[in-house]
């Protein structure tokens, strides 16, 4: 039988990743499709040296930050979403006070920072949000992270003044043509461009995309990966795709192999030792211990859902949402016991970003690799995917 010396090998590839105080080479598309396909033993060293690496970079602590939901308007129609424009719901808005009360409950509960988050809610100018951050940072919370879609630059720079150092938008997938299919009322570039603004406004950048776009191969989701590697992110957040029933793309299947999910973000920790990487809610709606694995795989942030009980189902953007029925206080506690249960510990500062701000050289290997750069955050060239 013919035997193929060129085929990279798990252990070649995950050899590369042992010392983070030395960028490794990124890795070819073909190496991450060799990591997507790992089975059996393969796929335990790989999360074996994801978690590895995580102890090594971003610690034992698990940083806690309590999720807002405070506006469930939007006005875009995104092909998944359980509260895109048009869908069947009631529709809400916290008032300002009420969500710096929430904030202010947050922190009461262990939250060290709170993370605020709408649809594409026109009614949140930038100057209502201006006054929101203002003062949940004036309440004591150290670090405010928004999440409220795309916004012009000057906007952006006014929430920097505010107060905000963190923002989340998630560009969801790297393929224009797919992006454009599913996300009816913006662009790839939009959202590329956003994310570009927000380093030059100093915001920490979260961003990431959906695992399991239906219908796509396997090479989608490996340039996903790297292309979400390319812009050196201060956090990374990522979780299944589930589409809401309803919507265009309710129904479509999950991934046949459940563990290309975790594996995926076994591979981001591996990518990016540095980063801040969540794991998402999303997970436990594909197992109930899904966050739980996700932390023992190279995640080390933990988003507990604070937002008020009864707003609580009317945000579902994807089906079996958990926690809908709790409350912020019971949200926290589960939270609590289960990073104890890991023998892990939650953090008490604020969380910023760890990322180096001058990465060591990064050589190019295969044409889907960053070339040569200085590697810090203005340098960072957010280039589209081919
Ligand atoms: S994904 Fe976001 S922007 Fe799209 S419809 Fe849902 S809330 Fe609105």
Same mark, same amino acid.
């Given at each position: 039988?013919?035997?193929?010396?060129?085929?990279?090998?798990?252990?070649?590839?995950?050899?590369?990743?042992?010392?983070?105080?030395?960028?490794?080479?990124?890795?070819?598309?073909?190496?991450?499709?060799?990591?997507?396909?790992?089975?059996?033993?393969?796929?335990?060293?790989?999360?074996?040296?994801?978690?590895?690496?995580?102890?090594?970079?971003?610690?034992?602590?698990?940083?806690?930050?309590?999720?807002?939901?405070?506006?469930?308007?939007?006005?875009?129609?995104?092909?998944?979403?359980?509260?895109?424009?048009?869908?069947?719901?009631v529709?809400?808005?916290?008032?300002?006070?009420?969500?710096?009360?929430?904030?202010?409950?947050?922190?009461g509960?262990g939250?060290?920072?709170?993370?605020l988050?709408?649809?594409?809610?026109?009614?949140?100018?930038?100057?209502?949000?201006?006054?929101?951050?203002?003062?949940?940072?004036?309440?004591?919370?150290?670090?405010?992270?928004?999440?409220?879609?795309?916004?012009?630059?000057?906007?952006?720079?006014?929430?920097?003044?505010?107060?905000?150092?963190?923002?989340?938008?998630?560009?969801?997938?790297?393929?224009?043509?797919?992006?454009?299919?599913i996300?009816?009322?913006?662009?790839?570039?939009?959202r590329?461009?956003? +994310?570009?603004?927000?380093?030059?406004?100093?915001?920490?950048? *979260?961003? @990431?995309?959906?695992?399991?776009? &239906? $219908? !796509? %191969? #396997?090479?989608?989701l490996?340039?996903?990966? +790297?292309?979400?590697?390319r812009?050196?992110?201060?956090m990374? *957040?990522? @979780?299944?795709?589930?589409?809401? &029933? $309803? !919507? %265009? #793309?309710?129904?479509?299947?999950?991934?046949?192999?459940?563990?290309?999910?975790?594996?995926?973000?076994?591979?981001?920790?591996?990518?990016?030792?540095?980063?801040?990487?969540?794991?998402?809610?999303?997970?436990?709606?594909?197992?109930?211990?899904?966050?739980?694995?996700?932390?023992?795989?190279?995640?080390?942030?933990?988003?507990?859902?604070?937002?008020?009980?009864?707003?609580?189902?009317?945000?579902?953007?994807?089906?079996?949402?958990?926690?809908?029925?709790?409350?912020?206080?019971?949200?926290v506690?589960?939270v609590?016991?289960?990073?104890?249960?890991?023998?892990?510990?939650?953090?008490?500062?604020?969380?910023?970003?760890?990322r180096?701000?001058?990465?060591?050289?990064?050589?190019?290997?295969?044409?889907?690799?960053?070339?040569?750069?200085?590697?810090?955050?203005?340098?960072?060239?957010?280039?589209?995917?081919?």
């Open positions: 039988m013919r035997r193929h010396f060129s085929m990279p090998t798990i252990l070649s590839i995950l050899h590369r990743f042992r010392d983070p105080s030395r960028r490794a080479p990124t890795p070819s598309i073909a190496e991450v499709l060799t990591l997507l396909r790992a089975q059996g033993e393969d796929c335990a060293a790989l999360f074996a040296a994801a978690d590895n690496l995580r102890r090594r970079t971003v610690g034992d602590d698990v940083h806690v930050r309590g999720i807002i939901e405070f506006s469930n308007y939007c006005t875009h129609a995104c092909g998944y979403c359980g509260i895109r424009r048009g869908s069947n719901l529709r809400y808005r916290m008032t300002p006070a009420e969500i710096v009360a929430q904030a202010r409950q947050a922190r509960w939250c060290n920072t709170v993370v988050q709408s649809g594409a809610d026109p009614w949140f100018t930038a100057g209502r949000l201006c006054k929101i951050v203002r003062a949940v940072r004036q309440a004591g919370i150290p670090a405010v992270t928004l999440s409220v879609g795309v916004r012009p630059l000057e906007e952006l720079r006014q929430f920097a003044a505010a107060g905000c150092d963190r923002y989340l938008l998630r560009f969801e997938t790297s393929n224009r043509a797919l992006f454009r299919r996300h009816p009322d913006e662009t790839f570039v939009q590329q461009l956003c +994310l570009r603004n927000l380093r030059t406004a100093g915001i920490q950048v *979260g961003s @990431g995309f959906m695992i399991g776009l &239906p $219908g !796509t %191969p #396997l090479a989608t490996a340039r996903d990966i +790297l292309y979400c590697t812009l050196d992110l201060d990374i *957040g990522c @979780g299944p795709f589930l589409a809401h &029933p $309803g !919507t %265009p #793309l309710g129904g479509k299947p999950l991934l046949a192999d459940r563990e290309i999910y975790f594996k995926t973000m076994a591979i981001l920790r591996l990518l990016n030792p540095w980063a801040h990487i969540p794991a998402t809610t999303a997970f436990d709606a594909l197992a109930p211990d899904g966050r739980n694995r996700v932390l023992q795989l190279g995640a080390n942030v933990f988003m507990p859902n604070v937002t008020p009980g009864k707003y609580r189902r009317l945000y579902q953007l994807y089906p079996n949402k958990p926690c809908v029925d709790e409350d912020g206080a019971a949200c506690g589960c609590r016991g289960r990073i104890a249960g890991l023998g892990r510990r939650m953090a008490t500062g604020p969380g910023h970003t760890l180096p701000k001058t990465a060591p050289v990064r050589h190019s290997r295969g044409r889907n690799a960053r070339a040569p750069s200085g590697g810090n955050a203005a340098q960072t060239r957010l280039d589209a995917p081919g």
